[in-house]
């Protein structure tokens, strides 16, 4: 809601809050470079165990399967990602480059990444 202003000007109306998403006057901060929106995924903070398997508890005891550890592009990700999630039967997402599957299938997927000729360990 607006304010009435004490000095009358703008129409009698001051504008209260905004967070100058549409006003060309305020600038961002830092603008991303042309063409660079995405870091590319060949660097990966896993310490050079290579590819893991992991079980994970979510809350109300459902369980994940994570698969940690990938090197590739985003694409090359999301492809194994849907290989995978055809292969356990089971859906999944791509966070941060780590592969989700909903369930238990470490054992499927480590066959799987071996068909591939990914060496993993659980």
Do not use: F
């Not at 305020?26 to 042309?34: D, I, L, R, T």
Request: hydrophobic content about 35%; glycine content about 16%.
């Amino acid at each position: 809601m607006r304010k009435r202003d004490e000095t009358g000007s703008e129409g009698g109306t001051r504008l209260v809050y905004s967070t100058g998403g549409d006003n060309p006057a305020v600038k961002p901060a830092v603008k991303p470079a042309p063409g660079k929106h995405a870091q590319p995924l060949a660097a990966r903070a896993s310490g050079g165990k290579g590819i893991r398997l992991r079980l994970e508890a979510r809350p109300g005891g459902r369980a994940v399967t994570l698969v940690l550890g990938l090197v590739g592009s985003e694409a090359q990700i999301a492809a194994l990602a849907k290989e995978l999630k055809s292969v356990c039967g089971a859906g999944g997402t791509v966070k941060d480059g780590i592969i989700e599957l909903q369930g238990d299938h470490r054992d499927s997927a480590q066959a799987a990444l071996a068909e591939r000729g990914l060496k993993s360990r659980i």
